[in-house]
């Protein structure tokens, strides 16, 4: 989830176990969730502290226990506060090819005809109970844990026809679409060219937006400046590069769209808290 592109298009897992399981910590290199979307759907545990969620333009806060939905297309980002969470991705085609019985049930989600509720909490122990073993076993995987997740997510769906843990789907207004797409052109655009010198002209130009409208747009929309997350998304490449290669850390400054060495140094630490260098010792 946190090593590809803003939309994420790749298979999961394997044709026959189409699951993508990630453990993320304060180690990880892409600790922060930048904004991203795929087409599959993806669930998520926090294990430790807080993650701050942004679905589309609505944020909240889930806390140790807590589980989130999240349905295809959604364009999500999270901010982890002292957090350790997981996450499954998976594809929900998946569950159509086995069941007939189950394919009516599993269409409706696939088809988008209703919408799983996003956070389930410990007013909802039956959905915790459930997701703490599916991602238990996936996290063991001892012999024959492919069972229980298979298991597992078809006890989730029970539970969620069963309670009425979804709502039915809400066609959002032209508005709200247009600007949900508006933000992941830019965020596309970004991801493809953060390597490079990029003005506020040029990002606002990406949506068809002057410049100071696009900055309140995309302050609406994302609680930062434009500046501030390309930033952000380019010390999260760094990051990346520091963890997993043996480049140098000016190699890395330059790849990443710094052209100055000192304010490379002056940026990553104050996202990080430390400079590349105590970050690639650690």
Request: some cysteine; charged content about 25%.
């Amino acid at each position: 989830m946190h090593d590809l592109g803003r939309n994420e298009d790749r298979l999961r897992g394997t044709y026959e176990f189409p699951f993508e399981f990630h453990h993320i910590d304060s180690s990880h290199p892409r600790y922060v969730m930048s904004y991203h979307w795929h087409v599959e759907c993806e669930i998520m545990r926090i294990i430790q502290g807080t993650l701050t969620v942004t679905l589309d333009e609505k944020s909240f806060t889930a806390k140790a226990g807590d589980v989130i939905f999240i349905n295809s297309g959604v364009l999500h980002s999270g901010i982890p506060h002292d957090c350790i969470y997981q996450c499954i991705v998976f594809d929900m085609n998946m569950f159509l090819k086995f069941n007939s019985v189950c394919t009516e049930y599993m269409q409706k989600i696939s088809h988008q005809e209703l919408l799983i509720y996003h956070h389930f909490t410990e007013k909802q122990p039956d959905i915790q109970r459930a997701i703490n073993s599916l991602f238990d076993s996936f996290w063991q995987k001892k012999p024959g844990y492919e069972l229980i997740v298979f298991g597992q997510f078809y006890h989730f769906f029970g539970l969620v026809f069963g309670n009425h843990y979804y709502l039915e789907s809400l066609r959002k207004t032209r508005r709200d679409y247009k600007r949900i797409v508006q933000l992941k052109q830019v965020v596309e655009f970004i991801e493809k060219n953060y390597a490079n010198p990029i003005t506020l002209q040029e990002l606002s130009a990406s949506v068809s937006m002057s410049p100071k409208y696009f900055c309140r747009f995309f302050s609406e929309m994302t609680h930062q400046t434009p500046m501030d997350y390309l930033n952000r998304q380019r010390i999260e490449q760094a990051c990346c590069q520091l963890a997993t290669t043996d480049d140098s850390i000016t190699e890395i400054a330059y790849r990443n769209g710094f052209n100055d060495l000192s304010y490379f140094i002056r940026t990553f630490k104050k996202y990080k808290g430390v400079t590349p260098g105590k970050y690639k010792r650690r």
